[in-house]
């Protein structure tokens, strides 16, 4: 017969929280030198105790101490982990990698933009200077520096790459001949 603890008498519920009480013990007894270190340091003070008290009012089965021990391991073997000369070597790779990539975009968007500065520089002292709506088209949509929030181009980037000052005016007037007015 199975123990339901809705109907059970006193003194089943006592026989039942005693064979519980037995499940852990044994349990904790079993545990390895991981187990224990993981439990030491990733326990909640004072579960390992509560857990090997006996106490006649609670159901306690030993899955519960597995289930813990379990989750104290995994976050034992990730801070071993992490903690290890290769994991420290390998994430300070990453971060460098990250830092030259970040680096060489920076490096290429100033390129970029120096390029166009001095083609329209040129431009401008050939007579031949491109009209500002083809300037307008010319512009990266995914370099969010070169826009406002509502869409359209800032003046100030405009003037730098038409090579003269560029108002709101002019600037809305070539945005609705490039096709971005709406």
Known sequence: MTFDSRTA???EFEAEARRLH???LERID???DEEKAACEKFMMP???DRYRRLELNQLVPAETVDLNIAECVKHYR?????SSPEYEAA???EVEADRRRKIEERMARQRAEV????RAAEAARSGAAESLAEIVRGLDRSDRTLFTRSGRPRCRALSRLAGRRVGARERDAAWKLAGGGA
């Open 9 to 11: 008498t006193p003194e």
């Open 22 to 24: 037995g499940e852990r």
């Open 30 to 32: 079993a545990m390895t």
């Open 46 to 48: 004072g579960l390992m």
């Open 78 to 82: 990730i801070d071993r982990e992490q």
């Open 91 to 93: 994430r300070m790779r």
């Open 115 to 118: 390029e166009a500065r001095n």
